[in-house]
């Protein structure tokens, strides 16, 4: 998202809750229930309030939001270090962030204005404008996907940024409202859910959610003071291992995504 969101909010769902509510209209075993299995645990800005996140060739490279305080930054996983960063003028307010070959796109949430930079220098290199509002961001290998609040996926052309198509995304028949950062992965996109402590996994070409992602665990809700809600998901193709964060957390968490039920929970 987006807006800057009220800290550990008492009125996010439950995920047992919000699972429950939505397996009665088909067949739970077509919805896989996961769960973050932590492998291992980094170091994180509590300064960073996560919008974007993506991981390459050893690299985190994040972008954060707030007005007056959004960057794009590259960032060390072992230590947490900013190596590198560039600032957002104060009137923008930093969102989703994908790579496409060499250049890094960064949206911003009200501005309608994406940003392209060189994956290395962090130079400008072009700008983009969009209408609406600008919330997660990745890409499929030949399509940038985006969200922009509402349960849609919409595919933009990584050249021109021009909107090609719009997929809705549903839950068992119900739809997934307030999709945030994105991953594509795999085949599947992976989408925070604003406000919530889960993730969903979306087929592109349906909008069908497969898995729903239990990440609640992570950092408990008691111990969330000072914290805002969990956001950010990359993965690292070498290990298929993904890793998951959340905006001004002070903790970076390697996972895999295991099943409920095998004993983990």
């Excluded at 919805?31 to 993506?54: K, M, N």
């Excluded at 996926?153 to 839950?171: A, G, K």
Aim: charge should be negative; aromatic fraction near 12%; include cysteine.
């Amino acid at each position: 998202m987006n807006r800057i969101s009220a800290l550990c909010l008492p009125f996010a769902l439950p995920f047992a809750l919000v699972f429950a509510s939505l397996a009665a209209a088909e067949p739970a075993a077509e919805v896989e229930r996961l769960r973050a299995e932590v492998i291992s645990v980094y170091p994180h800005d509590t300064d960073a309030f996560t919008q974007g996140l993506l991981y390459h060739q050893g690299y985190f490279y994040e972008s954060t939001g707030r007005y007056r305080h959004s960057a794009l930054r590259r960032v060390d996983p072992e230590t947490g270090e900013v190596i590198m960063e560039v600032e957002l003028e104060d009137r923008y307010f930093g969102e989703g962030l994908a790579l496409v070959d060499d250049r890094l796109i960064q949206l911003t949430w009200h501005e309608g204005t994406a940003f392209v930079y060189d994956r290395e220098t962090f130079d400008p290199l072009d700008e983009f404008s969009y209408e609406g509002e600008g919330w997660g961001l990745t890409y499929d290998g030949r399509r940038l996907i985006m969200t922009d609040g509402s349960h849609h996926l919409q595919f933009r052309d990584p050249d021109t940024f021009s909107l090609v198509d719009v997929v809705p995304v549903y839950l068992e028949g119900r739809p997934v409202r307030r999709l945030n950062e994105l991953l594509y992965a795999g085949g599947h996109v992976y989408a925070n859910v604003f406000m919530q402590d889960y993730l969903v996994r979306i087929d592109p070409r349906s909008g069908r959610v497969t898995a729903v992602i239990e990440a609640g665990h992570l950092i408990p809700r008691e111990e969330r003071q000072g914290m805002d809600v969990l956001n950010g998901v990359a993965w690292d193709p070498e290990t298929g291992e993904f890793f998951l964060t959340g905006k001004l957390w002070p903790k970076m968490f390697r996972v895999r995504f295991v099943p409920v039920d095998d004993g983990t929970d």
